[in-house]
């Protein structure tokens, strides 16, 4: 029993196991609750929250903190990994036939460099789908957004599905899907931070004018709250990888992190009761007894 519970985890992840009792004999109603799927370039995931791959303490913790994350996408450097598999590599840690492999960028500097890393991860067959990533500035880590239109025109004429990390400027984000970029992944915050969603109004109008392509919100997260904030926010998906690897225990933050996504989620399509600047009661005051 209990290996079958670890096997199926990711389907008792959408159960609710409700007790109740009648008669004064408690019954049990087990009710699946299904999340709707991400959908980018016509291929479906049921997961919303994208991994990362860098900055683990070995490659058995990667391997961990992906599963308890419940991913289905996983993104991979193809400038940092032994591609040739020489010797002991990322890719030994993570199996092609359980993740979808989403080579990326990073490092990046140049339209150019960038352009030349997605081909090499096409040609090595890591995938003809790109995270295109290209920095402007060492400090920040923000991107260079006319690279980045540029590199993402490039390769959609080549036959890349292309995923860009961008700023959450309206205006950049339009000129990337006249390019073809199949998604917009505006940035949180820097690279690395862990600040959170620091402008919330630009996600806003972003989620508001960007409805053809999936909103994922790339960099910046934190913690589980940072992760439902995006989602609230209306985010089609978060990506992340130092909110995870460089928590204390990545494997439970990274659990931490598959629910957040799920109740941030569930919580933009519910939608949140308007704020009021005066209270409310909570019971209402007609027949109250005096």
Not at 25 to 41: G, K, N, W
Not at 90 to 112: R, V, W
Request: net charge neutral; hydrophobic share 45%.
């Amino acid at each position: 029993m209990h290996d079958f519970l670890r096997t199926h985890q990711d389907f008792f992840d959408y159960l609710h196991i409700c007790i109740f009792v009648r008669a004064n004999t408690p019954f049990i109603t087990i009710v699946l609750m299904t999340m709707d799927s991400l959908v980018i370039a016509g291929r479906q995931f049921r997961s919303r929250l994208i991994v990362g791959t860098g900055k683990y303490k070995s490659g058995h913790e990667t391997a961990r903190a992906i599963e308890a994350s419940g991913a289905e996408m996983v993104t991979v450097a193809v400038r940092r990994v032994n591609l040739d598999r020489s010797k002991e590599s990322l890719l030994d840690f993570i199996d092609p036939k359980k993740y979808f492999l989403l080579p990326n960028t990073a490092g990046c500097y140049t339209a150019d460099e960038a352009i030349r890393a997605a081909r090499l991860g096409r040609e090595v067959g890591l995938s003809d789908w790109v995270k295109i990533e290209v920095i402007g500035d060492e400090k920040t880590l923000y991107p260079d957004v006319q690279a980045t239109i540029e590199a993402t025109r490039v390769l959609v004429k080549e036959g890349f599905t292309v995923l860009p990390y961008t700023s959450d400027d309206i205006v950049v984000a339009k000129r990337l899907l006249d390019a073809g970029a199949s998604a917009i992944m505006p940035l949180g915050a820097p690279i690395g931070s862990g600040m959170g969603i620091q402008n919330t109004a630009n996600i806003q109008i972003l989620r508001e004018m960007i409805t053809g392509v999936p909103l994922i919100v790339d960099a910046g997260v934190g913690t589980a709250s940072d992760a439902a904030i995006a989602m609230e926010l209306g985010a089609d998906a978060v990506l992340m990888n130092s909110g995870i690897a460089h928590a204390e225990n990545p494997v439970l933050m990274a659990e931490a992190m598959k629910h957040a996504v799920i109740a941030g989620r569930a919580a933009y399509l519910a939608g949140r009761m308007p704020r009021k600047l005066y209270a409310t009661a909570s019971s209402p005051m007609q027949g109250v007894v005096r």
